[in-house]
């Protein structure tokens, strides 16, 4: 995973650790959504998110997340990316 701050990249556990800890917003607006599926248990989906509430402060961002369905068909992230909107 990829974040705007350090320590940037984040690798396996790093990536569960840091998510675990992360305060959830109270509400979410996605729009301009993307889906890609390049193999059978690969997809990309890519969107704008616009996210608010709880005393935190508003962000707007560009991101893509990448699932891969497991042997169960369970899927799971194995990429995310955001890179904040310079302008609105």
Same mark, same amino acid.
């Given at each position: 995973m990829v974040?705007? &701050?350090k320590p940037f990249v984040l690798r396996g556990s790093e990536t569960i650790e840091t998510v675990a800890h992360t305060p959830r917003w109270s509400a979410v607006e996605?729009? #301009?959504q993307a889906i890609t599926q390049p193999e059978e248990r690969v997809v %990309? %989906?890519?969107y704008h998110a616009r996210t608010h509430g #709880?005393? &935190?402060r508003a962000y707007a961002g560009w991101c893509t997340t990448t699932y891969h369905a497991t042997g169960n068909d #369970?899927? &799971?992230v194995v990429q995310h990316h955001k890179t904040a909107a310079v302008s609105e």
């Amino acid at each position: 995973m990829v974040l705007p &701050r350090k320590p940037f990249v984040l690798r396996g556990s790093e990536t569960i650790e840091t998510v675990a800890h992360t305060p959830r917003w109270s509400a979410v607006e996605f729009s #301009d959504q993307a889906i890609t599926q390049p193999e059978e248990r690969v997809v %990309i %989906i890519a969107y704008h998110a616009r996210t608010h509430g #709880d005393g &935190r402060r508003a962000y707007a961002g560009w991101c893509t997340t990448t699932y891969h369905a497991t042997g169960n068909d #369970d899927w &799971r992230v194995v990429q995310h990316h955001k890179t904040a909107a310079v302008s609105e």
